[in-house]
């Protein structure tokens, strides 16, 4: 028994509410994004900590460098005053050494201090006090070598300059020690601010990772279960198409029997009605007048054309009916030379000229293919042009990819042989392309030409049941090419 489902439309794929997988790439890019944008300003903020924690090792350092330079500076005075007061030259030597000291400290804190203007111009101002002590105590030297000793030389002036000096040295180191810890206090502060902010700055990037990746977690969890509903709504609208077609299916067959059943019981009765009107005509036909007997023609001649209609149902029904399984490769070639040779007598009446080229071989039936070839050649004969010789061109290649995508019955990842007859017939109008495929449709009165009709829709259900198709292209009053699909036959 087959499921019943309820009619509804088309399942909704792409819900609004329902998370695009374009979404939720967006939101993984904005996580990786805050990851990324995290990653560089925790990096950025780490290298400002390293930056001021090495400045103030500087700072440091320079404070250390000015507080022996003014030990230095101490020591030379006190060997000054030792040597004047004394003479002793062991004076002389350790304030030899203690200027060496100083300057070797005064390079230092130069290179220090080099990118701080107000450091380096305090350091010029100390470098010449110093300069101006040592002038002062050099000539206090000499005095000394010359006279030895100093006495007369010392004076209240002298020790007053000595003092002046003393103190603006003591000054301009001050000086130098406070704008240093003025550049320590602003170091300091610029490190803990950095210190601090790094901690906010990672934890709050974090939170918005954290909660972009949830969210694209929870838009991905959204997503396959979207997807699941979605599935199954296919998968059920899949059944329920496969149902129909189940359906279709069923009542194509009893179509096809029917129409096989109907056509096969009523050549019974056609049958006799030609016997009797031929009997009739045999026993009679001295007692009818002229008349009578073209009413008992007409019956005759309708009797005819019904029982040819019948057969052509019969065969149409039994194209659909049969299957592939004795299926083989046939010869193309062999199948048009015997097709050729049945139309003989009508090939050399209507003068035709029929070029064929090479054939390829193909998976299929001979009396299938025998009935396509004679239907179209006989098609491209009984529509030529008055007093003009058919010519009929059959060819044959490989169909491109764009011509076997214009039919959407065919498998597109499938190669097809591509089949051509082509004429130059009286052609028809292209709006009626598709008709003349239909179960006995006509362009043409009976009377202008003779037939039932069907030929081309037993051509085309034969050729779909192996998997191809066919189709026509004319120019009216120039000719017309019916050309069909097959796939080509793989080992």
Same mark, same amino acid.
Request: proline share 2%; net charge negative.
């Given at each position: 028994?087959?499921?019943?489902?309820?009619?509804?439309?088309?399942?909704?794929?792409?819900?609004?509410?329902?998370?695009?997988?374009?979404?939720?790439?967006?939101?993984?890019?904005?996580?990786?994004?805050?990851?990324?944008?995290?990653?560089?300003?925790?990096?950025?903020?780490?290298?400002?900590?390293?930056?001021?924690?090495?400045a103030?090792?500087?700072?440091?350092?320079?404070?250390?460098?000015?507080?022996?330079?003014?030990?230095?500076?101490?020591?030379?005075?006190?060997?000054?005053?030792g040597?004047?007061?004394?003479?002793?030259?062991?004076?002389?030597?350790?304030?030899?050494?203690?200027?060496?000291?100083?300057?070797?400290?005064l390079?230092?804190?130069?290179?220090?201090?080099?990118?701080?203007?107000?450091?380096?111009?305090?350091?010029?101002?100390?470098?010449?006090?110093?300069?101006?002590?040592?002038?002062?105590?050099?000539?206090?030297?000499?005095?000394?070598?010359?006279?030895?000793?100093?006495?007369?030389?010392?004076?209240?002036s002298?020790?007053s300059?000595?003092?002046?000096g003393?103190?603006?040295?003591?000054?301009?180191?001050?000086a130098?020690?406070d704008?240093?810890?003025?550049?320590?206090?602003?170091?300091?502060?610029?490190?803990?601010?950095?210190i601090?902010?790094?901690?906010?700055?990672?934890?709050?990037?974090?939170?918005?990772s954290?909660?972009v990746?949830l969210?694209t977690?929870f838009?991905?969890?959204?997503?396959?279960?979207?997807?699941?509903?979605a599935?199954?709504?296919?998968?059920?609208?899949?059944?329920k198409?496969?149902?129909?077609?189940?359906?279709?299916?069923?009542?194509?067959k009893? #179509? @096809?029997?029917f /129409?096989?059943?109907a056509?096969?019981d =009523?050549q019974?009765?056609l049958? &006799?009605? !030609?016997? %009797?009107?031929?009997?009739?005509?045999?026993q009679?036909a001295?007692?009818?007048?002229?008349?009578?007997?073209?009413?008992?023609?007409?019956?005759?001649?309708?009797?005819?054309?019904?029982?040819?209609?019948?057969?052509?149902?019969?065969?149409?029904?039994?194209a659909?009916?049969?299957?592939?399984?004795?299926?083989?490769?046939?010869?193309?070639?062999?199948?048009?030379?015997?097709?050729?040779?049945?139309l003989?007598?009508?090939? #050399? @009446?209507?003068? /035709?000229?029929?070029?064929?080229e090479? =054939?390829p071989?193909?998976l299929? &039936?001979? !009396?299938? %293919?025998?009935?396509?070839f004679?239907?179209?050649i006989?098609?491209?004969?009984?529509?030529s042009?008055q007093?003009?010789?058919?010519?009929?061109?059959?060819?044959?290649?490989?169909?491109?990819?764009?011509?076997?995508?214009?039919?959407?019955?065919?498998?597109?990842?499938?190669?097809?042989?591509l089949?051509?007859f082509?004429?130059?017939?009286?052609?028809?109008?292209e709006?009626?392309?598709?008709?003349?495929?239909?179960?006995?449709?006509r362009?043409?009165?009976?009377e202008?030409?003779?037939?039932?009709?069907?030929g081309?829709?037993?051509?085309?259900k034969?050729?779909?049941?192996?998997?191809?198709?066919?189709?026509?292209?004319?120019?009216?009053?120039?000719g017309?090419?019916?050309?069909?699909?097959?796939?080509?036959?793989?080992?």
């Open positions: 028994m087959r499921k019943k489902f309820p009619k509804s439309g088309n399942p909704q794929l792409n819900d609004q509410s329902t998370p695009s997988m374009k979404r939720i790439k967006i939101y993984a890019i904005i996580s990786l994004i805050l990851i990324m944008v995290g990653s560089g300003v925790s990096y950025w903020t780490s290298q400002r900590i390293s930056f001021y924690t090495s103030l090792m500087e700072t440091q350092d320079v404070l250390q460098r000015t507080s022996e330079l003014y030990a230095s500076i101490l020591e030379r005075e006190t060997n000054i005053r040597f004047v007061i004394t003479g002793d030259e062991d004076f002389l030597t350790n304030y030899q050494q203690s200027l060496i000291d100083a300057q070797m400290l390079d230092k804190l130069n290179d220090l201090t080099s990118k701080n203007d107000t450091q380096q111009k305090n350091l010029e101002v100390l470098e010449e006090l110093i300069k101006d002590r040592v002038n002062t105590f050099e000539s206090t030297v000499n005095y000394f070598n010359e006279n030895g000793s100093l006495e007369g030389f010392v004076d209240q002298r020790v300059n000595a003092l002046v003393y103190r603006s040295i003591k000054q301009t180191v001050t130098i020690n704008e240093e810890n003025r550049v320590f206090v602003e170091r300091n502060r610029s490190l803990l601010n950095n601090n902010a790094l901690p906010f700055i990672v934890g709050l990037i974090s939170l918005f954290i909660s990746g969210i977690l838009s991905i969890f959204h997503y396959n279960k979207a997807q699941k509903i599935s199954r709504r296919i998968q059920l609208y899949q059944e198409l496969q149902d129909q077609l189940y359906l279709l299916d069923d009542s194509n009893e #179509l @096809e029997q /129409a096989y059943v056509s096969h =009523l019974e009765p049958r &006799k009605i !030609t016997a %009797f009107s031929d009997l009739f005509m045999e009679y001295d007692k009818l007048d002229g008349e009578g007997e073209l009413y008992l023609n007409r019956i005759t001649v309708a009797a005819n054309r019904m029982r040819r209609l019948i057969t052509d149902l019969l065969e149409y029904s039994r659909g009916r049969e299957n592939n399984e004795d299926s083989k490769v046939i010869d193309l070639e062999e199948v048009m030379e015997t097709v050729l040779d049945d003989e007598i009508a090939i #050399l @009446e209507k003068k /035709a000229t029929i070029s064929v090479q =054939l071989q193909v299929g &039936k001979e !009396t299938e %293919f025998r009935q396509i004679q239907n179209l006989s098609n491209s004969l009984k529509f042009k007093d003009v010789p058919p010519k009929i061109e059959i060819s044959s290649r490989i169909a491109t990819r764009e011509e076997v995508l214009k039919f959407p019955i065919l498998d597109s990842e499938t190669e097809f042989h089949i051509s082509k004429d130059n017939g009286i052609g028809f109008d709006d009626y392309s598709e008709k003349i495929f239909a179960i006995f449709q362009l043409h009165g009976r202008a030409f003779e037939g039932t009709g069907i081309l829709s037993i051509s085309r034969i050729l779909e049941k192996y998997n191809g198709t066919i189709y026509a292209t004319s120019v009216k009053g120039e017309s090419t019916f050309s069909f699909f097959l796939p080509v036959v793989t080992s």
